[in-house]
T-cell receptor, first 108, second 114 residues
Framework: GENVEQHPSTLSVQEGDSAVIKCTYS??????FPWYKQELGKGPQLIID?????GEKKDQRIAVTLNKTAKHFSLHITETQPEDSAVYFC???????FGDGTTLTVKP | EAQVTQNPRYLITVTGKKLTVTCSQN?????MSWYRQDPGLGLRQIYY???????DKGDVPEGYKVSRKEKRNFPLILESPSPNQTSLYFC?????????????FGPGTRLTVT
């Protein structure tokens, strides 16, 4: 089936810096773009999502942006903290499959 | 509390010994799904169910069976487990399929087949 490409696969930042993870999709009809966070030993959990009628959504230090023309959506984390260290997944819009994940490490 | 539960959380078994991993959700969700997670391979979908008595294959269904006799339960069955099925398994549910709504994940079942 159609997949979603997620980049980068690993990301290491200093505490306080920003982190950006990007997903590129292929289905033009998609209208729901979620991001999940998986902490060690736990199942993935939704942290933010956006529908196609808006271009950006913020929730405190995290934000998701959507570029429907270019078919990509991105997760932005500002002022990163050590507890942001986790694996982040985008979901394939319109399907119940996922990108390959990004391991984010925030160094104190 | 809204949740997805899985049992067992950890299981070590031997090749060929049939096993079932249970999954239950209390949110009256129509859609349920099973994933396996392996290092470097992300989350791969095994089977999913759009509603009671409706199941379909995901990306990696070989060696697995599922059933959906009740809305809340979606067990994963390994009729004859093999070592390549050693993995971390997650059950998930959503109010609707087609990837249009949030998925709620269980805590995971770590399976080792020797």
């Amino acid at each position: 089936g159609e997949n979603v490409e997620q980049h980068p696969s690993t990301l290491s930042v200093q505490e306080g810096d920003s982190a950006v993870i990007k997903c590129t999709y292929s289905d033009s009809a998609s209208n729901y773009f979620p991001w999940y966070k998986q902490e060690l030993g736990k199942g993935p959990q939704l942290i933010i999502d956006i529908r196609s009628n808006v271009g950006e959504k913020k929730d405190q230090r995290i934000a998701v942006t959507l570029n429907k023309t270019a078919k990509h959506f991105s997760l932005h984390i500002t002022e990163t903290q050590p507890e942001d260290s986790a694996v982040y997944f985008c979901a394939n819009p319109g399907k119940s499959t996922f990108g390959d994940g990004t391991t984010l490490t925030v160094k104190p | 509390e809204a949740q997805v539960t899985q049992n067992p959380r950890y299981l070590i078994t031997v090749t060929g010994k049939k096993l079932t991993v249970t999954c239950s959700q209390n949110m009256n969700h129509e859609y349920m799904s099973w994933y396996r997670q392996d290092p470097g391979l992300g989350l791969r979908q095994i089977y999913y169910s759009m509603n009671v008595e409706v199941t379909d294959k995901g990306d990696v269904p070989e060696g697995y069976k599922v059933s959906r006799k009740e809305k809340r339960n979606f067990p994963l069955i390994l009729e004859s487990p093999s070592p390549n099925q050693t993995s971390l398994y997650f059950c998930a549910s959503s109010s609707s399929g087609q990837g249009s709504y949030e998925q709620y994940f269980g805590p995971g079942t770590r399976l080792t087949v020797t």
